[in-house]
């Protein structure tokens, strides 16, 4: 290894080291004291992996779907190295590289890479990086004011995925955007999605009405949310690609259960203590990945089973006598996913309490008019004991309430919003939240659990 990227690894070890001791994570900062020494630390590093380079890209569900996949190959006693916090930018999957290595020369010991990357840097990172496979969950309009209009965001993954010629794209066929960006590659495409009707959200605001091959008016037999869902131009004749991996017999409730047929096999039942139905699809990303890199998927619902989701993507927090209140913690930061957060909640029909809390710091976008696409009327539900609202936009989020004449609660805090719910007697808190409360409110909830 050459001398600066010794020294670059060691500068990061040593970030990580002091994050820690002052109670940080710290899944940022030792990469981007690796890049300021060596800033192209991630090639050599990613070059020792053994078996495989995956990366999961697109404005919804990364998270979750990368640290599915890591803790499967885990599970099957591989290595890997990974981004599990979701410290998605360039420093973050620096970070995961230069920290991971335990060999005396700072080289990864590991069979696998499992990352999640961001849109705007996965041109950046794809470089160095060179992938077997790319998962691409979907794309929805996020962050207005740093990516505008999802055409920008579909700009940034088409020069991506360019970086990469021989990488294997898996993709959710049940969503245009995505499809067209593949299709628009030579590389080779795989497939999932949900060929039967699940949702009845007929009024839900969709992303992409018109057809980005020739922009006529995209025709669909269903929706499942957002714009995905089952569609064909009669123009020029884009449409759904057949599904490689096609789930069916969905249940969302009590918890996901469904089928996955694939040519030439039999049915595989599948399920999973979750809710969502984004988790289907998931779960369906890392099922086709596994069956497409020929790696184990025998063991993959005792693995399910197990999973717990990390970090605020529908992490469960037991809190008081007996850990008998409940606090889920969800990241909600653009319409799609606040609309399927929202739909997950209402599926459970005992009484809950809510806390929402919006910043507009620069991680979650200057911009929150995407709040008015959300469909908070369906708040107005018998099940919702109270709304807290919070953060720093938390008067927009209240008047946003308001047009749809439901009551709210302001709260100064986080921690004061959850402490009055946990008070007031709630035994089932929901805790909606985006990007930079996410932090704060999974530190307080951790430190009352424990």
């Not at 049940?174 to 007929?202: C, M, Q, W």
């Not at 996955?260 to 595989?268: I, S, Y």
Request: aromatic content about 8%; overall charge negative; hydrophobic content about 40%.
């Amino acid at each position: 290894m050459h001398p600066r990227t010794l020294l670059a690894v060691a500068a990061a070890k040593a970030a990580l080291t002091a994050c820690h001791l002052s109670g940080r994570p710290g899944s940022s900062l030792p990469g981007r004291a690796a890049l300021k020494i060596d800033p192209h630390i991630i090639a050599p590093l990613a070059a020792g992996i053994r078996r495989g380079i995956i990366v999961t890209c697109g404005t919804n569900g990364k998270t979750t779907t990368n640290n599915l996949l890591c803790s499967t190959l885990e599970a099957h006693g591989y290595r890997v190295v990974s981004n599990r916090l979701g410290a998605n930018m360039l420093e973050g999957v620096a970070a995961a590289f230069a920290t991971s290595g335990k060999r005396p020369l700072g080289y990864p010991d590991a069979d696998f890479a499992c990352l999640e990357v961001d849109e705007a840097s996965a041109a950046r990172v794809l470089q160095d990086l060179h992938p077997d496979c790319m998962i691409l969950t979907g794309l929805f309009r996020d962050q207005l004011d740093r990516y505008g209009e999802i055409d920008l965001t579909m700009k940034a993954l088409e020069k991506a995925i360019l970086e990469v010629p021989d990488m294997t794209l898996v993709i959710n066929g049940d969503d245009p955007l995505t499809v067209y960006l593949a299709k628009k590659s030579a590389h080779r495409i795989v497939s999932f999605g949900v060929s039967e009707k699940i949702s009845n959200e007929e009024d839900e605001i969709r992303e992409a009405r018109f057809c980005e091959n020739c922009g006529a008016p995209l025709r669909y037999d269903f929706y499942h949310f957002s714009q995905l869902g089952v569609y064909k131009c009669p123009s020029c004749g884009f449409c759904r690609p057949e599904i490689d991996y096609d789930a069916s017999e969905v249940r969302l409730s009590p918890q996901l259960s469904f089928d996955v047929k694939e040519p030439g096999t039999a049915p595989v039942k599948i399920s999973a203590p979750m809710t969502g139905f984004y988790n289907v699809y998931n779960i369906l990303a890392v099922y086709s990945v596994l069956r497409e890199m020929n790696l184990p998927a025998d063991r993959f619902n005792e693995i399910l089973r197990g999973f717990r989701p990390q970090f605020g993507r529908g992490e469960v927090f037991h809190i008081g006598d007996n850990n008998k209140q409940r606090v889920l913690l969800n990241l909600a930061k653009n319409p799609a996913g606040f609309n399927q957060n929202v739909s997950a909640m209402l599926q459970d029909r005992s009484p809950k309490d809510l806390v929402i809390v919006i910043n507009d710091n620069a991680q979650d976008g200057r911009d929150v008019s995407w709040l008015w696409d959300v469909d908070f009327d369906r708040l107005a539900d018998e099940t919702i004991r109270s709304i807290t609202v919070s953060g720093l936009r938390a008067p927009d989020m209240q008047l946003r309430l308001k047009y749809v004449e439901i009551e709210s609660e302001r709260a100064p805090s986080v921690e004061k919003a959850i402490d009055t719910r946990l008070a007031d007697g709630s035994e089932n808190l929901y805790v909606l939240v985006n990007y930079t409360a996410l932090y704060e409110a999974h530190k307080y909830l951790e430190g009352l659990q424990k």
